[in-house]
């Protein structure tokens, strides 16, 4: 099929510099096929950049033997995990928080 479209893109490359047919008939469809294509692929990493959807069941995060925060360096706002679903960050002001683990001190 990609052979078969090749040849019909340099068939209409060649009827267009031969003066046959206007360039534009070949490069409109060449550049709506462009534009789709980078539309299906960022559609796409969109689809597969979802590790924020837990792999497995939920694990309690015991607060006794550490307090796992995130905060978000754009804004400020800082998130305080009670259960965690995954071992990614999640994402605030589109980029990934960071992860602060105090343990607390034995006396």
């Known amino acids: 099929m990609k052979r078969l479209i090749l040849v ?6 060649v009827a267009a ?10 490069l409109a469809p060449l550049l709506g096929l462009f534009i789709y ?16 959807i837990p792999d497995g069941p939920p694990e309690p995060v015991d607060p006794a033997e550490e307090r796992v925060s995130y ?11 009670l259960v965690r679903g ?5 994402r605030h002001c589109g980029e990934k928080m960071h992860e ?5 001190r034995l006396n």
């Open 8 to 13: 019909v893109v340099l068939a209409g490359f």
């Open 17 to 26: 510099f031969t003066g046959q047919i206007p360039i534009e008939w070949v």
């Open 37 to 52: 294509a980078v539309g299906v692929a960022s559609l796409g990493s969109l689809r597969r950049g979802a590790s924020y």
């Open 71 to 81: 905060y978000c360096t754009g804004c400020g706002a800082e998130l305080l995990l």
């Open 86 to 90: 995954s071992a990614t960050a999640p």
């Open 100 to 104: 602060r683990i105090e343990t607390p």
